[in-house]
């Protein structure tokens, strides 16, 4: 009787440290994503930062132009290359959206895939959603 | 200095160094990206199915449950069914509690001289290593949880969930997840227990420090890439996405840090069934906790009971009678 318990526990511990190989054989699994540049961001080729700073951190920056904007309302920013940006996630053409014109395609592809959900849009809209 | 810490502390940083300079320095991303994973887990889930079936095999030939409370009486007497349990549905409440709150740990005193002028002994309720037992362990389970994040795509909603949880607070970008504040802060706790209480101390071994530094170093690289040095999230999913279907995968631009981290992991997955760790399998099987106190009602043979050959009366009077009747000893039968 015991030695049935201890048994059938040991199997159920068993099977969710293997969990990871199983679910990925029973569920359909999403392949890696490839983020789009499209519209202005092709042709453009020079954001903020280069690709692999803006890989990494572009989410501290945000978060900087968020306290700059809304304490000090200082909306310009000059990056290293020389060039400035007006400080906004989404409005106008000089914005992280103006720019990058699909959010679906270029923000979510990544953020989707990785489970990051940035609550930027708890408050921001995609302005592409209300037309 | 106390070489029962400092010893398993070298020996945490050595792994770090080795994992690290053998990716940055060597290019070994295939064996601690792919194959050490692999040894690590099979090592994992065979020494764990070994020792329990071990201990499963074990006789357990008496009732030894500690009993924290009044054992089944008279029916006036009022018993404590979880702390004295006499059914099996009263052993299996006191698990659940013991599993998932520590009871024992609540329980813990410690003894100390009284700091005024009669200086006596006495003995006093100590809540903090429950406290921070408690913190650890679960913030440690949050954390593996969230880590299923890189074996799932799409990750299913509950993991979603969970993070949105964790995140709560919503401080900072990216945002900071309590659990693993919390098991650093936890595990730091625990460390500082053992190296500043005196009598901890004194019955502290490196078996005891290892996996707490080992934790710690994990708990600091998992926070150092997510927080400071940042690494390419994508890139590391493939590669742990690769794992769980079996495929191998080696990202461009992953630095050593993401493998040590693995590797960190990985030991402590080898270490884990070899260990103190295991008592994540034991607290099952801890006898003094998973048995009913039946034993007034219920007769426990032990198993291995093997039948005793005994010399009754009446074969001694048989061997013996005629003897006995020449002395004028009494016997049952007479001839």
Known sequence: MTKNIILTGLGIFVLAVLSPFWFNMVTTTQAKPSPELLGKAKTEKKCVLDKYDMRANHMSLLDEWRDSVVRDADRMYTSANGKSFNMSLSTGENSCLGCHEDKAKFCDSCHTYASVRPYCWDCHTNPKEIE | ?335
């Open chain 2, 1 to 335: 200095m106390n070489q029962k810490y400092l010893i398993p502390l070298t020996a945490v940083f050595l792994l770090f160094l080795v994992a690290y300079t053998g990716v940055e320095g060597a290019g070994l991303q295939w064996f601690f990206g792919f194959v050490f994973p692999y040894v690590a887990l099979v090592i994992f889930v065979a020494g764990f199915v070994y020792k329990v079936l071990g201990w499963a095999a074990s006789a357990v030939p008496f009732r030894i449950p500690t009993t924290c409370g009044q054992q089944k009486s008279l029916p006036w007497i009022k018993q404590n069914a979880i702390d004295n349990p006499s059914t099996s549905m009263g052993v299996v409440v006191r698990m659940i509690l013991e599993i998932f709150l520590f009871r024992s740990l609540f329980r813990n005193t410690k003894a100390a001289f009284n700091k005024n002028v009669s200086n006596r002994l006495s003995y006093s309720w100590e809540i903090f290593l429950w406290l921070g037992a408690l913190a650890f362990h679960y913030a440690f389970l949050v954390v593996i949880l969230r880590h299923f994040r890189f074996f799932t795509s799409p990750v299913p909603s509950c993991l979603q969930f969970l993070e949105k949880l964790d995140g709560i607070v919503q401080l900072g970008l990216p945002g900071i997840f309590l659990s693993g504040v919390v098991l650093l802060a936890a595990t730091l706790f625990l460390l500082a227990r053992r190296i500043f209480d005196a009598k901890v101390t004194y019955i502290s071994q490196a078996a005891d420090y290892f996996p707490l530094f080992l934790i710690i170093a994990i708990a600091a690289t998992g926070i150092a890439m997510r927080y400071f040095t940042k690494v390419d999230i994508i890139g590391i999913k493939t590669l742990t996405m690769g794992l769980a279907t079996f495929s191998y995968v080696i990202p461009e631009g992953v630095g050593g840090l993401f493998y040590a981290h693995l590797f960190l992991v990985s030991i402590l997955f080898i270490y884990f069934p070899m260990s103190k760790l295991m008592h994540m399998g034991g607290i099952f099987l801890s006898p003094t906790r998973n048995m009913a106190n039946n034993t007034r009602m219920k007769r426990h043979i032990n198993p291995w009971n093997y039948d005793v050959d005994i010399h009754t009366y009446e074969q001694y009077e048989d061997h013996f009678r005629e003897k006995m009747i020449e002395a004028g000893l009494p016997v049952d039968k007479k001839e």
